[in-house]
């Protein structure tokens, strides 16, 4: 399996609670940025399963540098499987789903968050609610096979039936997959910054487990099926993407900020566009490589596999490192079935819901240099 991800770090508005690498659109260097993100492509295998083109906000682009990008890619690789692309539901042009269709993007994920009006001004989205069905229409309507949508829930002033609320317009839409996270107050956003001066309320942390509670209750009464701690797909439409990450498979990244693990390496581009675009100038834009060590990928191995319902393998744990799994962690799976966060099955090792709700204190629980 052989995937892909590529960074374009663009964006018409900077939203309040955001953290990614991302700049204001308005007279950034987009056309050299493209450049020098071609010249970064050509150096990657052709042959790739998944491609994901994220942001910042793909559709920032206008048509004629979606056309000149997708046209590169869809020269230069044979995607196999998946290739997906985010979206913001009002910048979603037919002209621009048409220019992905034609280069055969099947899969769009659409940044909703909500469809409240008042808690999208609040996050300083561009769309209204309205733009949200005309987005998933258009997409559709052109053929594009897969559409997801992201959804927010423990937001400021937000209530449970605003997340119920939510979930409703969600499934009232032709969508196949739906992804929901919790906001996290990251430092650097203005939503941050606010809440350190007392300016935000948050709804506290039961109510938070409640809206999450609700949301895979309500999922699980429609044909939305949980396989992962955020994310919920009909029969059929899992992000294989995404699934790369979780089962701690390799990749490639390309882009301002973006990073790869290749050849048990970790690298990491840099991050703004002028130094982004220098570098690639010079050469290419690989800014640290990190060695992973065994150790290091055995945690993730446990952490980001047990994210997914399906759990981890015990099998595929002796295969990948030629070791028991229970030689190495052994204690922390006895403990954990013990509190009732994992269920031990056979082969399989997985989170039970408890586990979910408190994923972040289950997976310290591998990690081996403590
Ligand atoms: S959340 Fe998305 S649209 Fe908003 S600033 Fe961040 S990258 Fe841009």
């Not at 020098?36 to 050509?42: F, N, Q, R, Y």
């Not at 909500?114 to 949200?132: A, M, P, Q, W, Y």
């Not at 829930?153 to 119920?164: D, F, G, R």
Request: proline residues 3%.
């Amino acid at each position: 399996m052989t995937s892909l991800y590529i960074h374009i770090p663009f964006c018409n508005r900077i939203c309040t609670y955001c953290d990614f690498n991302k700049f204001l659109i308005k007279n950034q260097p987009v056309d050299q940025y493209i450049d020098c993100l071609i010249k970064e492509l050509k150096e990657i295998s052709k042959d790739i399963d998944t491609l994901f083109i994220g942001g910042g906000t793909p559709t920032a682009l206008n048509e004629e540098q979606l056309e000149r990008l997708l046209g590169f890619i869809s020269r230069h690789f044979k995607i196999k499987r998946e290739f997906s692309m985010e979206a913001n539901p009002d910048e979603l042009t037919r002209e621009k789903i048409l220019i992905m269709k034609r280069y055969h993007v099947n899969r769009l994920s659409l940044g909703v968050q909500t469809f409240d009006n008042e808690l999208l001004k609040l996050l300083g989205r561009t769309h209204v609610e309205s733009d949200i069905k005309k987005a998933v229409d258009t997409a559709k309507s052109a053929g594009i096979e897969s559409v997801s949508i992201d959804l927010m829930y423990h937001l400021p002033t937000q209530t449970l039936q605003q997340v119920k609320d939510d979930l409703e317009h969600a499934l009232a839409l032709d969508i196949d997959h739906i992804s929901s996270y919790s906001l996290i107050l990251e430092p650097k956003t203005q939503f941050y910054n606010q809440y350190r001066k007392g300016m935000l309320q948050l709804p506290d942390e039961t109510l938070a487990a409640e809206m999450y509670d609700y949301t895979i209750e309500r999922l699980a009464q429609s044909d939305f099926k949980q396989y992962e701690i955020s994310n919920f797909a009909k029969e059929g439409h899992e992000s294989e993407h995404n699934k790369v990450y979780w089962q701690n498979k390799e990749y490639y990244g390309a882009g301002a900020g973006s990073h790869g693990y290749v050849n048990g390496s970790r690298y990491y581009n840099v991050a703004p566009v002028p130094h982004y675009i220098k570098a690639m100038q010079k050469g290419d834009a690989v800014k640290e490589t990190h060695q992973v060590t065994q150790e290091e990928s055995m945690e993730e191995f446990m952490f980001l596999g047990l994210r997914m319902n399906e759990g981890v393998s015990r099998a595929d744990f002796f295969k990948r490192y030629g070791i028991q799994i229970d030689d190495i962690f052994g204690d922390a799976l006895a403990q954990l079935e013990r509190s009732g966060h994992l269920k031990l099955q056979d082969d399989k090792i997985m989170m039970t819901p408890e586990g979910r709700m408190v994923g972040n204190d289950v997976f310290e629980q591998f990690l081996l240099s403590i």
